[in-house]
């Protein structure tokens, strides 16, 4: 095992591509490829598709969301501690504790109004 | 001899042999490698109707192919292959045409990391649990651009349910592997297992097992969380548009998946390769995914779906909690000293 492993993960990469794409380009060779106005439709239980499907919909996840952005960097340093636990003292690992308490209060706030259906 | 570059046919020869029979190319074309996958993924696509039709009192394929209908997935297959790629009008071409091949991409990738025996693995990199979900947790977000290039008002809402779905069950999944780490002290896949030979880490960090088990459920959207796709109401869901080629390159990215986060399951808290040794290690890890991956499955013949705001809520405050709470219950185990004698 003298490769380094990223190099090994490119070439891995690679043949994924390599064979994986003539999945879908052979079939665009040999299949009937003619465009019908009927046939192409979008598919709307059988009806003439009307009006724009590509609409705006008003749902309010943003509390969901702003809670994911949090969590999601707060996961990136629990994973940077949790790495060197063991090494840490637990006084060091305090901190850690002590902050994953504290953001159990805004967590519980913004659950609260995310979790209040009149705001959907 | 093996001569670079080769100037004679016999030196031609060897560095071909040299290269096919190095450990790399081994590991990436046959054993953990396409081979493998792509065996898996039929097998997966057959055992998955064999097993649903046994619970069903219903009779599953049974006619092409030998005993079970077991070339079954193979005439799927080629019927899918040899027929007509249909692209609706309106449709953004190159992002229909692109997003199947790049989920089959993203799906296939982290298994470069997945060590299936102590010397069974692609690359063997530091940040391999990282490497993992940064891979998985672009699905959301090509699934949504694929209903969004369909065109099509089916798609374009199961995809929005497919994001916000995967957005809530991607935290818990993400924090519950915490116990984990902190059991292991590493996030290289192989140091895991190691970790893993004395005790599997089901037994100390249960409770993470369990929400890392549900948020899978639903990051993979089986039943019962399969909303993204509910039939009653939304045909097919996010692909209801896709046919042919495209249908099968879903397909094997979803079952891809499905294969890749039972595994993760295995190496995270089934001990991954180890087991008595009358068996070889990649022999194990195969046995023990698929006994996740069938009861990954079974649900999907038993209970009915579940509504998008019971869905939302259990995944934000029940798991969410839950996976907080067991990060202290880890660090009172591994402190009060109960694991020492299985070297934690």
């Known amino acids: 095992m003298a490769l380094n492993p990223w190099l090994a993960i490119i070439i891995w990469a690679i043949i994924i591509i390599v064979l994986t794409g003539p999945m879908l380009t052979l079939p665009m060779f040999w299949s009937r490829m003619k465009p019908d106005p009927f046939r192409d439709m979008p598919f709307e239980s059988g009806q003439v598709p009307q009006g724009e499907a590509r609409h705006r919909l008003v749902m309010q996840y943003y509390p969901y969301l702003l809670m994911f952005v949090v969590f999601d960097v707060v996961g990136m340093f629990l994973f940077a501690w949790g790495i060197s636990f063991t090494r840490l003292p637990l006084n060091a690992s305090a901190f850690v504790i002590l902050f994953i308490v504290l953001l159990g209060a805004p967590l519980g706030y913004a659950l609260k109004l995310a979790l209040n259906k009149e705001n959907w | ?344």
Request: charged share 10%.
């Open chain 2, 1 to 344: 001899m093996v001569v670079f570059p080769p100037t004679t046919p016999a030196e031609l020869i060897a560095l071909i042999l040299r290269v096919i029979t190095s450990h790399t190319f081994i590991t990436i074309i046959i054993f953990p490698g396409f081979i493998h996958l792509t065996l898996v993924v039929i097998f997966l696509t057959w055992y998955e109707r064999k097993l649903l039709a046994r619970i069903q009192l219903r009779i599953g394929p049974l006619y092409a192919g030998g005993p079970g209908g077991i070339l079954q997935p193979l005439a799927d297959g080629v019927k899918l292959i040899f027929k007509e790629v249909m692209i609706p009008y309106k449709a953004s071409k190159p992002l229909f045409l692109g997003i199947p091949l790049m989920m089959v991409f993203l799906s296939a990738l982290p298994f470069a990391v997945i060590p299936f025996g102590q010397h069974w693995v692609i690359a063997n990199i530091d940040v391999g649990l990282v490497f993992v979900f940064a891979m998985t947790s672009l699905f959301p977000s090509m699934i949504l651009i694929f209903a969004w290039a369909s065109n099509s008002k089916y798609p374009f809402l199961g995809g929005l349910r497919s994001l916000f779905q995967q957005v809530a069950y991607e935290i818990p999944m993400w924090i519950s592997t915490l116990s984990v780490v902190l059991l292991a002290g590493s996030l290289n896949l192989v140091d895991i297992v190691k970790a893993q030979e004395k005790m599997w880490f089901i037994v100390p960090a249960f409770l993470s097992f369990i929400v890392f088990f549900i948020a899978i459920m639903a990051e993979l959207e089986r039943l019962p969380f399969d909303l993204p796709e509910a039939e009653p109401e939304l045909v097919a869901g996010w692909y209801t548009e896709a046919s042919g080629a495209i249908f099968m390159l879903i397909f094997m990215g979803l079952y891809m998946k499905l294969y890749l986060m039972s595994s993760l399951v295995t190496v995270l808290f089934l001990g991954g390769w180890w087991g008595p040794a009358f068996l070889p290690q990649p022999v194990w890890f195969i046995i023990k995914t698929l006994i996740v991956a069938t009861f990954i499955i079974i649900p999907r013949g038993v209970y009915p779906r579940i509504r998008v705001d019971m869905l939302i809520k259990t995944g934000w405050t029940r798991l969410l909690i839950i996976a907080l709470a067991n990060i202290f219950l880890t660090i009172l185990l591994i402190n009060s000293g109960l694991l020492a004698a299985w070297g934690i």
